[in-house]
């Protein structure tokens, strides 16, 4: 695998996963969740907000002195102080990376930093200048890119390059844009700005109209080479691009992106549920990749394919992203085929009339409970067939 076709993963679950609602964790927790994304094999890992809370110091500190491999990353505004307190909390670490932001849009000028787009460029000039004196890996964001004017966002972006940015992240904030703009975006910044292609660009996708990883997939077809994403997709509002979502993205559709990841994708599952623990915030049961439901089937008809070839209603494999089977759920939509399987999984072998006679008590329960487990249908047999 060389660089040009690996897309680097920036897991941003420790900081921009954490400060949203039902997220937070201690540092401690941080310290395992860190330990977890370096086992599956997240590139960078965004510890925290130094400048915001003693809890991210401590958090950025604890995990700079046990994960050593990846990169390690903490976000500072465009202050002096930020960079410096930044700076102090990544000493020692193997890898350290210095990511500065500031605003651009017209918006966020005016309302949130009440500055001109001279005091904007200024700032993005200063501060990673200040931070690549310190660190040698920067990253700059200029945030709310995608309602930012086409040429101050290629001129902010161009200042943050002169001025030593290696990585220049073009965030969706707001999750505002689509896919076609975002390819355009990306390709017409790479394509223009002078020494864009000297660096690498990153797409940091938010889902307001659940379009970050669709955004995300977008960016990399423009050019991006750097993904922000997080585990379950949390993340401010309604989230981040999920991590789950845009491996196995590139993994399935592996002959159209021709890029891979170095995500070890069995490690999904185990990694979404131990972040579940830790914040309590529970998963979408129908959540992609990790949800209950990813690998379940329900309908008589997508039951009965999956019992004669599983590549009827499934595009992966669930031992890929760490599930141990797929699942025929049996309810009101099951039909003979599944619950004849189940019975034989379960030992019994019935003649056609026995086989007729449970599906029918089956039905009968079925009106009255959503779904029936093995001790059900062990109850239907012992009870319909064998006789008690
Ligand atoms: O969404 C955003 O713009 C951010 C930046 C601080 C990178 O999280
Ligand atoms: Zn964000």
Redesign the pocket.
């Known amino acids: 695998m060389t660089a040009s076709d690996t897309i680097r993963i920036f897991d941003?679950t420790l900081?921009?996963g954490e400060q949203s609602p039902g997220c937070s964790m201690t540092p401690q927790q941080k310290v395992v969740m860190a330990r977890a994304l370096d086992a599956l094999g997240v590139d960078i890992i965004e510890t925290g907000f130094p400048a915001s809370s003693e809890s991210d110091r401590e958090a950025a500190r604890l995990i700079a002195r046990e994960v050593r491999r990846p990169t390690l990353a903490v976000?500072s505004r465009c202050l002096p102080a930020d960079i410096e307190a930044s700076a102090r909390v990544l000493d020692g670490t193997a890898n350290p990376r210095l990511?500065v932001?500031i605003s651009t849009s017209p918006l966020h000028r005016e309302h949130k930093l009440r500055m001109s787009r001279q005091q904007v460029l200024d700032m993005t000039a200063a501060s990673v200048a200040h931070a690549r004196r310190l660190i040698g890996d920067v990253e700059f964001?200029a945030?709310?890119?995608t309602r930012t004017e086409d040429d101050f966002l290629g001129e902010v972006i161009g200042v943050a390059i002169a001025n030593g940015a290696t990585t220049i992240?073009v965030?969706?904030?707001l999750g505002y844009a689509t896919p076609e703009e975002t390819r355009a975006l990306f390709a017409r910044l790479i394509g223009t700005i002078p020494g864009a292609r000297e660096v690498i660009f990153s797409a940091?996708c938010?889902n307001d109209l659940g379009l970050a990883v669709a955004n995300s997939l977008a960016a990399i077809e423009g050019g991006a080479r750097q993904v922000?994403c997080t585990v379950n997709g949390i993340g401010?509002r309604a989230g981040?691009c999920a991590v789950e979502e845009l491996a196995m993205a590139l993994k399935v559709r592996n002959a159209f992106y021709n890029l891979d990841t170095r995500i070890d994708t069995r490690r999904l599952v185990p990694t979404s549920q131990l972040l579940r623990r830790l914040t309590g915030m529970a998963i979408q049961r129908n959540k992609a990749i990790v949800g209950e439901n990813a690998f379940a089937h329900e309908s008589g008809i997508h039951q009965h394919g999956m019992l004669r070839h599983r590549g009827t209603y499934e595009i992966m494999n669930p031992a890929d992203v760490g599930w141990p089977d797929s699942k025929l759920v049996l309810g009101r939509h099951s039909g003979r085929a599944a619950v004849g399987h189940r019975i034989r999984a379960l030992g019994h072998t019935l003649d056609e009339p026995q086989l007729e006679q449970v599906f029918a008590a089956f039905k009968a329960l079925c009106e009255r409970q959503r779904v029936v487990d093995d001790n059900d249908l062990e109850a239907l047999l012992h009870g319909d067939v064998h006789g008690r």
């Open positions: 941003t900081r921009d976000l990511h932001f964001s945030e709310d890119a992240n965030p969706d904030t940091h938010h922000e401010e981040n």
